[in-house]
Protein backbone atom coordinates (compact mmCIF):
# COMPACT_ATOMS: atom_id res chain seq x y z
CA UNK A 1 0.00 0.00 0.00
CA UNK A 2 1.62 3.77 -1.09
CA UNK A 3 1.39 6.83 1.46
CA UNK A 4 -2.45 8.31 1.53
CA UNK A 5 -2.93 10.91 -0.39
CA UNK A 6 -4.75 13.10 1.59
CA UNK A 7 -5.34 16.25 -0.95
CA UNK A 8 -5.96 18.35 -2.30
CA UNK A 9 -8.77 17.17 -4.31
CA UNK A 10 -10.22 19.05 -7.30
CA UNK A 11 -12.91 18.15 -9.77
CA UNK A 12 -11.97 18.11 -13.04
CA UNK A 13 -14.26 19.15 -16.43
CA UNK A 14 -14.94 15.66 -18.55
CA UNK A 15 -17.72 15.07 -20.77
CA UNK A 16 -16.27 11.38 -21.28
CA UNK A 17 -13.50 9.21 -19.89
CA UNK A 18 -12.43 9.55 -23.90
CA UNK A 19 -10.20 12.61 -23.02
CA UNK A 20 -8.01 11.19 -20.22
CA UNK A 21 -9.47 7.39 -19.27
CA UNK A 22 -7.43 7.66 -15.90
CA UNK A 23 -7.48 10.42 -13.38
CA UNK A 24 -4.11 11.57 -11.52
CA UNK A 25 -4.08 11.81 -7.79
CA UNK A 26 -6.39 14.19 -6.82
CA UNK A 27 -8.80 14.64 -9.87
CA UNK A 28 -12.47 13.91 -9.38
CA UNK A 29 -14.49 13.48 -12.61
CA UNK A 30 -18.01 14.29 -12.31
CA UNK A 31 -20.81 12.92 -14.60
CA UNK A 32 -23.89 14.57 -15.31
CA UNK A 33 -25.83 11.51 -14.30
CA UNK A 34 -24.40 11.99 -10.58
CA UNK A 35 -21.30 9.34 -11.45
CA UNK A 36 -17.77 10.01 -9.92
CA UNK A 37 -14.54 8.40 -11.34
CA UNK A 38 -11.91 8.96 -9.30
CA UNK A 39 -8.81 6.98 -7.64
CA UNK A 40 -8.17 5.41 -4.03
CA UNK A 41 -6.46 7.78 -1.85
CA UNK A 42 -4.66 4.69 0.30
CA UNK A 43 -4.33 2.34 -2.94
CA UNK A 44 -4.68 4.14 -5.80
CA UNK A 45 -7.22 1.78 -7.68
CA UNK A 46 -9.37 3.82 -9.77
CA UNK A 47 -13.02 3.72 -8.43
CA UNK A 48 -16.25 4.21 -10.02
CA UNK A 49 -19.28 5.49 -7.57
CA UNK A 50 -22.81 7.46 -7.54
CA UNK A 51 -22.32 10.34 -4.93
CA UNK A 52 -23.50 14.00 -5.07
CA UNK A 53 -20.33 16.19 -4.97
CA UNK A 54 -21.04 20.00 -3.84
CA UNK A 55 -18.98 22.64 -2.99
CA UNK A 56 -17.13 24.61 -5.52
CA UNK A 57 -14.51 22.66 -7.80
CA UNK A 58 -11.48 23.82 -6.41
CA UNK A 59 -12.57 22.36 -3.09
CA UNK A 60 -15.06 20.15 -3.50
CA UNK A 61 -17.30 17.64 -0.86
CA UNK A 62 -18.61 14.33 -1.40
CA UNK A 63 -21.53 13.44 1.19
CA UNK A 64 -21.69 10.41 0.22
CA UNK A 65 -18.81 7.56 1.26
CA UNK A 66 -16.94 5.05 -0.69
CA UNK A 67 -15.64 2.04 -0.39
CA UNK A 68 -12.12 0.84 -2.37
CA UNK A 69 -13.54 -1.24 -4.26
CA UNK A 70 -17.41 -0.70 -3.74
CA UNK A 71 -17.49 -4.64 -2.44
CA UNK A 72 -16.69 -6.07 -5.79
CA UNK A 73 -13.05 -6.32 -6.34
CA UNK A 74 -11.46 -4.61 -3.38
CA UNK A 75 -7.90 -3.63 -3.26
CA UNK A 76 -7.94 -1.97 0.03
CA UNK A 77 -11.07 -2.11 1.16
CA UNK A 78 -11.06 1.63 3.14
CA UNK A 79 -14.09 3.89 3.43
CA UNK A 80 -13.17 7.47 2.73
CA UNK A 81 -14.73 10.14 2.09
CA UNK A 82 -13.48 14.08 0.80
CA UNK A 83 -14.23 17.55 2.70
CA UNK A 84 -13.68 20.39 1.56
CA UNK A 85 -10.88 18.69 -1.03
CA UNK A 86 -8.94 16.89 1.74
CA UNK A 87 -9.40 13.00 2.41
CA UNK A 88 -11.51 11.79 5.22
CA UNK A 89 -11.17 8.60 6.21
CA UNK A 90 -13.52 6.31 7.77
CA UNK A 91 -12.84 4.15 10.85
CA UNK A 92 -15.88 1.49 10.31
CA UNK A 93 -18.66 1.54 7.70
CA UNK A 94 -21.41 3.78 7.50
CA UNK A 95 -24.30 2.39 8.81
CA UNK A 96 -26.56 0.43 6.84
CA UNK A 97 -30.48 2.02 6.69
CA UNK A 98 -33.05 0.03 7.82
CA UNK A 99 -35.26 -1.37 5.60
CA UNK A 100 -38.22 0.28 4.47
CA UNK A 101 -41.73 -1.13 5.96
CA UNK A 102 -44.32 -2.32 3.16
CA UNK A 103 -47.08 -0.18 3.54
CA UNK A 104 -50.36 -1.80 4.91
CA UNK A 105 -52.79 -1.21 1.35
CA UNK A 106 -50.02 -3.51 -0.01
CA UNK A 107 -49.83 -6.24 2.61
CA UNK A 108 -53.25 -6.46 2.39
CA UNK A 109 -53.24 -7.41 -1.62
CA UNK A 110 -50.41 -10.03 -0.66
CA UNK A 111 -47.01 -8.33 -1.28
CA UNK A 112 -44.04 -9.73 0.82
CA UNK A 113 -40.45 -8.88 1.86
CA UNK A 114 -37.91 -9.92 -0.66
CA UNK A 115 -36.41 -13.45 0.00
CA UNK A 116 -32.37 -12.75 1.69
CA UNK A 117 -29.81 -14.01 -0.46
CA UNK A 118 -27.64 -16.84 0.49
CA UNK A 119 -23.95 -15.16 1.52
CA UNK A 120 -21.93 -16.86 -1.66
CA UNK A 121 -24.51 -14.12 -4.02
CA UNK A 122 -23.74 -11.25 -2.08
Known amino acids: ?3 L ?3 PWRVVDKSTLGDKP ?11 SGAVVLCCPACGAMQFA ?5 G ?3 RPTITKPIQCGSGNCKQ ?19 PKRPPRAIPE ?7 KE ?3 LPDNLR
Open 56 to 58: NDA
Open 105 to 111: RLVKAGV
Open 5 to 7: FQG
Open 76 to 94: CGIWFSIDAGHTVLMNAPP
Open 22 to 32: RPAAGEIIKHR
Open 114 to 116: APK
Open 1 to 3: MTE
Open 50 to 54: HAPVV
